[in-house]
């Protein structure tokens, strides 16, 4: 394939600064990982509640690969569908307060096959323009119009569902904003669906776990219920530290993605262990509340500090904390040097965000120490002040 110049496009990628590699781990997430034989502190990852090596959700996987092997074997609507993911279902339904919920293999896949099985040509979704690639992507393949408006301009949004006949309407957003870590405007979002006759989808990937008094995320947080979004998506693989990802909602919703997801129905379901170690995690992210109050100071701990060096923070009240340089020279050099004093931070450049707001991506975990938010801000001050 020489005359597909992968070479030389792979030179012009380098040449801009936007050329991505990855990190070799060698030891189990958490907030200190190996690489190359050297440890780091660890402010690059989304298991912020720190279950993704808890003793009890590694035992419940070890239990549940005893008892059922590692393969699943098939498909959902084949034999691969068992009691640990059946369980698991019924105690997400119970969790956020749904009818019911469905589990898929990724968030990514769960975004594309829901959009896909409820839209099509002649619909219309509407869609922040800050939503993770998946949501767009899902988006696109759904044959649906695709309206984007500019990050939380719901203005923006009603003037445009008031101009649209189209069949179907559904208005998409994260309810986290999964590289600015602001929420989205949801009591605004549900009225303005409301008035439009549109349906609400969340994708709640950061906020689930993380907000919420039970960590039921940032719709149990504004107390909206199923009938105010009758979509809710989320992830398994952040707060929740497993993988995979879920979606609740009606009976019918449910019923509907059964039979026309093409990302459930076409691909082999996660292992039995999976779904026993989620249950596990899910029992500690409810009942173990003193995560979600930990990581709440250890985030204004942070911002205080970055606030008195003079770093730009973004509004966010979450554990995603950006701090915007605004070019992939300067991002590429800070995390360079922090990496230099031991502190893993995320890198973040176009497509993922827009062009002049690239940035580190610094993400907390409820088992940070005070002590390494202290040495992140005086690597920092070095780093980019
Ligand atoms: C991570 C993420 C996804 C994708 O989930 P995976 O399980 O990692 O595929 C979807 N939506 C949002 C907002 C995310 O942050």
Wanted: glycine fraction near 10%; aromatic fraction near 4%.
């Amino acid at each position: 394939m020489d005359h597909w110049n992968l070479a030389s496009q792979l030179g012009e990628i380098k040449a801009q600064q936007l050329y991505r590699t990855r990190q070799v781990l060698a030891s189990p997430q958490g907030t200190n990982v190996v690489i190359d034989g050297e440890m780091f502190n660890n402010f690059s990852s989304n298991d912020y509640l720190g279950l993704a090596n808890h003793a009890d959700v590694v035992r419940a996987f070890q239990k549940a690969a005893n008892e059922y092997g590692v393969g699943s074997g098939s498909a959902h609507l084949i034999c691969g569908h068992t009691k640990e993911h059946h369980a698991l279902e019924e105690e997400l339904a119970d969790f956020t307060g749904r009818q019911r919920a469905l589990v898929f293999s990724t968030g990514y896949m769960a975004n594309m096959g829901v959009i896909s099985a409820l839209l099509k040509k002649g619909d219309v979704v509407f869609q922040d323009k800050l939503n993770h690639a998946s949501l767009i992507d899902g988006g696109k393949l759904s044959g649906a119009q695709l309206r984007r408006y500019s990050h939380g301009d719901l203005q923006r949004l009603q003037q445009s569902l008031e101009k649209t006949d189209l069949n179907r309407k559904l208005i998409v957003s994260d309810g986290v904003f999964s590289m600015d870590g602001d929420e989205a405007q949801l009591t605004r979002l549900v009225s303005i669906a409301e008035q439009s006759t549109a349906v609400l989808m969340i994708d709640d990937a950061h906020g689930i776990g993380v907000l919420g008094n039970s960590g039921g995320g940032v719709l149990e947080k504004r107390g909206l219920n199923q009938q105010q979004v009758p979509i809710l998506m989320a992830t398994l693989g952040k707060g929740l530290g497993t993988a995979g990802a879920f979606v609740a909602g009606s009976e019918e919703l449910i019923e509907t993605l059964i039979q026309q997801a093409r990302t459930y129905i076409f691909t082999t379901a996660m292992p039995a262990a999976i779904m026993a170690a989620t249950r596990v995690s899910l029992k500690l992210c409810q009942q173990e509340s003193w995560r979600r109050k930990k990581l709440a100071s250890l985030v204004s701990q942070f911002r205080q500090g970055a606030a008195q060096l003079g770093l730009n923070l973004m509004p966010s009240e979450t554990p995603i904390q950006p701090i915007v340089l605004g070019s992939n020279q300067a991002v590429v050099s800070a995390h360079a040097h922090l990496k230099s004093k031991g502190f893993l931070v995320g890198a973040i450049r176009h497509p993922a965000v827009a062009k002049g707001s690239e940035r580190l991506r610094i993400t907390l975990s409820a088992n940070h120490t005070k002590s390494q938010i202290d040495g992140l801000l005086m690597a920092l001050e070095e780093a980019v002040c």
